[in-house]
């Protein structure tokens, strides 16, 4: 399944797999973002499928956010699983 990113006031809503065959493009397409030094946000809730390579796209993304001090946030529901792969804290 192909990976559909779309923009909707700031968020980016991601819908389909991030595997091995998206997971370049969903790189990329956040480190654009990250690239203009503006605020990260997405929403995982579509998301049906990610992979190790998916999961260390997101981890590169989020140290980068880190190194610059940019605000970034995984929102959508049932994303507990991607913050505890990636040890990011939950804020319940």
């Not at 809730?45 to 940019?70: C, F, H, M, Q, W």
């Not at 605000?71 to 804290?89: M, N, S």
Request: charged letters at 20%.
């Amino acid at each position: 399944m192909a990976l559909i990113i779309t923009n909707e006031n700031g968020t980016l809503f991601f819908k389909g797999c991030i595997n091995s065959s998206t997971s370049e493009a969903f790189r990329n397409h956040l480190l654009t973002i990250l690239n203009n030094k503006k605020p990260l946000v997405i929403n995982m809730e579509a998301v049906t499928k990610i992979d190790t390579s998916g999961l260390l796209a997101l981890y590169k993304i989020y140290k980068r956010t880190l190194v610059y001090n940019l605000e970034f946030k995984i929102t959508g529901r049932g994303r507990k699983d991607i913050y505890r792969a990636l040890k990011i804290p939950v804020l319940a």
